[in-house]
């Protein structure tokens, strides 16, 4: 019973890993495009998006895809409009197409599975060339996925809720923030000024964090992207701005943007997609209509290498060519939106080694053709759907219980769900025995893990007979510290998996061990110590998990 509940806890920290990565399995994009990588390899497939801008799609944690945009209409998972998911962007009288580059956006909700933020910006052309000073406005509404049975819809008195009438850029991301909360930053157009709006289980801040911040005095078209650590943000800037490419600096626990540092001058820049390791970043650029993608190595250690590294990866010809979009897959590459001129069939491109420098990053630019024609260009990749980070910690105690006595065990307070490894799922257990007792406790936040060792006093009739073995961290990641009591030395500690199977022996001559567990992979193990002329024998188990 003690390794069912062992295990039990095992696969709910592993799960919680693992649910944000799936998020972004199935993409919707371009002129009825999409990509699907739940088989490991992406596979080419229809939807009903139709779009010459950008768009943003998102899967339930296992992986499934829920619903789609593209800025004005929200998609099921069928291709179908949800009930009330057209006209989702606010009319106004000049509006040409609500189809921005990079102004779709879905948030899950912290505290509620079935909920989701859909965030919309309105094209900024309509101001640039047209003067209509409505344009850029920002938009948010919320779909339920148990409305239409179970298809999702926007929910009533949800729908087209504005939240910023000042100006917003088409550059719109989310980053995980540090305090169970996750930021919503766009941009203003006429400025330097960055806007990240607080998500929380309480719902959107409307006061957001302000950042002036910028070598430009316009920031209409491109890409921003922040990094996998979310220590770094790169803004692309096309056509109007006075740089092309720039690098910042980005404070997840406060939202705040600083230390702008240009890295290209070409007012060409596109898109920008950062390498999975964070050393890397790549760009696509209109490069004087020739359509490029460029590799800048951010690891070299002052700005000047930095921007000497600048690597071109591939280049096209002909009039109009631009290597459009870039972003990173779910399997660790980086898929490169193609050129167009239409009709031809929809390409994407593939960084197969993204954290390798230079050339050895190996980019194909035609890992994947679609089957059939498109009769819209660019068609931006989706926008990246992110959570929370689930921060995990850990806290250990120990406490004395008499021969014949019991207590009370309390884990700490503040969370939804409780798993011993006693297998008891509430807040607080009675024992009567010493041993060690550890709860893994879990909320949308993220899970925590208490471990108390239980030990009984000594007396002098006793002490030789008496042991223990105490295993920390628990659970533990690449290492772990054996303490022995009353054991006699020198001796062997054996790890074995759930099978019995050694895994590793340490000779021990100290009653304290370190042990490194870095080549264990994740699971439940068997720690014990033999030693001495008494062959004394000590047990524990321990959770390793990364």
Same mark, same amino acid.
């Given at each position: ?48 998006? #139709? ?19 593209? @800025?004005?209409? =929200? ?6 409009? &949800?009930? /009330? ?14 189809? !921005?580059?990079?102004?779709?956006? =879905? ?23 047209? @003067? ?22 926007? *929910? ?20 995980? @923030? ?8 766009? #941009? ?38 922040? !990094? ?12 109007? !701005? ?19 540092? *240009? ?5 060409? !820049? ?77 390409? =994407?491109?593939? =960084? ?12 194909? /630019? ?52 409780? &798993? ?15 041993? +060690? ?22 007396? *002098? ?9 105490? *295993? ?12 022995? %009591? ?9 790890? %074995?998996?759930?099978? @019995? ?7 021990? #001559?100290? %009653?304290?061990? /370190? ?14 110590? +033999? ?9 524990? #188990? ?5």
């Amino acid at each position: 019973m003690k390794k069912l509940s062992l295990f039990i806890i095992l696969l709910a920290i592993l799960s919680l890993q693992a649910s944000a990565q799936k998020r972004n399995n199935v993409w919707a994009y371009g002129d009825r495009q999409g990509m699907d990588f739940n088989s490991g390899t992406p596979v080419l497939f229809n939807t009903s998006i #139709h779009t010459l801008g950008g768009s943003a799609s998102v899967c339930d944690t296992s992986g499934q895809l829920l619903f789609y945009t593209q @800025g004005d209409t =929200i998609f099921n998972k069928l291709g179908t409009i &949800m009930p /009330n998911g057209s006209g989702i962007i606010a009319p106004y009288a000049s509006n040409s197409t609500p189809q !921005s580059s990079q102004g779709q956006l =879905i948030v899950p909700f912290i505290n509620n599975p079935n909920r989701y933020y859909v965030f919309s910006e309105e094209i900024v052309t309509d101001d640039i060339f047209g @003067g209509d000073t409505a344009a850029g406005r920002l938009f948010y509404c919320v779909v339920d996925m148990t409305l239409d049975s179970g298809r999702g819809d926007v *929910v009533s008195g949800l729908r087209t809720v504005e939240l910023d009438s000042a100006l917003t850029s088409e550059k719109m991301i989310a980053i995980p @923030g540090d305090n169970c909360n996750i930021w919503l930053l766009v #941009h203003s157009i006429y400025s330097n000024r960055f806007k990240a709006y607080s998500i929380t289980d309480s719902g959107i801040s409307t006061t957001p964090v302000i950042s002036d911040s910028g070598n430009s005095s316009m920031y209409a078209f491109g890409k921003m992207k922040v !990094s996998p650590d979310r220590t770094k943000l790169a803004v692309s800037n096309f056509l109007f !701005s006075e740089y092309g490419l720039e690098l910042y600096d980005f404070n997840a626990a406060t939202g705040m943007v600083s230390n702008p540092i *240009v890295i290209d001058t070409l007012q060409e !820049s596109i898109s920008d997609c950062f390498s999975p390791d964070n050393s890397k970043l790549y760009v696509t650029s209109f490069d004087g209509g020739n359509g490029a993608l460029y590799q800048f190595n951010l690891s070299l250690p002052s700005i000047t290498a930095v921007i000497a590294s600048k690597t071109l990866l591939f280049e096209l010809g002909g009039p109009g060519c631009s290597v459009y979009d870039a972003k990173r897959g779910p399997d660790g590459k980086v898929y490169v939106k193609m050129p167009y001129s239409a009709p031809v069939n929809d390409t =994407i491109g593939c =960084i197969n080694f993204p954290n390798l420098a230079g050339t050895a990053c190996g980019f194909t /630019n035609a890992a994947l053709v679609s089957a059939a024609p498109i009769f819209l260009g660019n068609g931006d990749l989706p926008n990246e759907v992110v959570e929370m980070i689930h921060d995990t910690t850990y806290a250990s105690s120990t406490l004395s219980l008499p021969a014949g006595d019991s207590t009370i065990l309390t884990a700490t307070t503040g969370y939804t769900t409780y &798993m011993w490894s006693t297998g008891d799922t509430s807040a607080a257990i009675t024992i009567t025995d010493s041993g +060690t007792y550890y709860v893994t406790c879990i909320n949308y936040c993220g899970r925590h893990t208490d471990t108390f060792y239980v030990t009984q006093p000594l007396s *002098v009739t006793n002490v030789n007979a008496q042991s223990a073995l105490a *295993v920390y961290p628990n659970p533990a990641k690449t290492n772990i510290t054996i303490s022995l %009591t009353n054991a006699s030395l020198p001796g062997n500690i054996n790890i %074995t998996d759930m099978t @019995g199977r050694i895994v590793k022996q340490v000779a021990v #001559h100290n %009653t304290t061990t /370190n042990i490194n567990t870095a080549s264990l992979t994740p699971g439940i193990y068997n720690i014990t110590y +033999t030693g001495g002329a008494s062959a004394t024998r000590q047990q524990a #188990h321990v959770v390793i998990a990364r």
